[in-house]
């Protein structure tokens, strides 16, 4: 039985470049620009299970990722690992959403995809959490919207023997695993450790130029509904933004050393510090 899997991507920012980020104090959201970004780790450990689950079974994979329009550059490497096909959902209208907001978006999407494929996916894989938010919250919510069952951490995916739709699963707990069993459609936040990512070659580089990335605005998705997307649809909202004060004044002490250290220890101690016993 072959299965079709579609990857949800996320472009994060270069951790060699974190010192540049920036939060906008007015619209509260993160400021990227000019700051290099690169795939989600923990999402290419995702679309390494979906490439071996084509090669062992055949089906397709496709990658989905809501992000600025630059982001086609790292779907581009997506499909040079191996993946069919690619789709970018956006749009300003999907700009500052919190999980719940960008899982809806995706949801859209998906529903999309599969609406012009004819046949719902099979699987559909997120990694477990991202670099920078790391709140590991997409993929339980993408289930929900699914209506499809979901598990989160999963570091081990194992055909059921003689089942065509039944896998066996582990999950990662803070003292050990738990097992699990399940039947597809299913959607799976993947632990690192659940494949390593193949090196992407020169010929899968030359390869992904020619396979087909579609880009998607708000206008492209109908049936998503305004009040559940974006900034204005993230029932997460950050308090205030400040930049903490870090300028620092100086006294000069004068005197004999017994003076200068009397001195010092006068105003530590009126500081709260406790000195001497």
């Not at 870090?246 to 105003?267: H, Y």
């Amino acid at each position: 039985m072959a299965y079709n899997v579609v990857v949800c991507v996320k472009p994060v920012p270069d951790p060699k470049h974190y010192d540049k980020v920036t939060i906008d104090p007015v619209k509260k959201t993160i400021t990227r620009a000019g700051i290099p970004t690169l795939v989600n780790p923990v999402d290419k450990s995702a679309i390494e299970l979906a490439l071996q689950l084509r090669e062992y079974y055949g089906g397709g994979v496709a990658v989905v990722s809501m992000a600025p329009p630059n982001a086609d550059e790292i779907l581009r490497e997506v499909l040079a690992m191996g993946a069919d096909e690619a789709y970018l959902l956006s749009d300003r209208a999907f700009g500052g959403a919190d999980t719940l907001a960008t899982s809806y978006t995706l949801y859209h999407g998906i529903k999309k995809i599969e609406a012009a494929k004819g046949y719902a996916f099979d699987f559909v894989l997120c990694g477990s959490e991202s670099a920078d938010g790391a709140t590991a919250q997409v993929s339980s919510q993408l289930g929900e919207w699914l209506g499809y069952p979901h598990l989160w951490n999963v570091y081990e995916l194992e055909k059921t023997p003689g089942k065509d739709e039944a896998f066996s699963m582990k999950t990662k707990m803070e003292n050990g695993y738990m097992e699990w069993a399940g039947r597809t459609p299913l959607v799976l936040g993947v632990a690192r450790e659940i494949r390593k990512p193949r090196f992407i070659s020169v010929m899968g580089i030359m390869k992904a130029k020619s396979k087909p990335l579609t880009v998607w605005g708000r206008g492209d998705l109908p049936a998503a509904e305004d009040t559940y997307l974006g900034l204005k649809g993230s029932p997460t909202q950050p308090g205030e933004i400040f930049s903490p004060d870090l300028k620092r004044s100086g006294e000069l002490f004068t005197g004999t050393p017994e003076e200068i250290v009397g001195r010092v220890v006068t105003v530590l101690r009126a500081n709260g510090v406790v000195v001497g016993g």
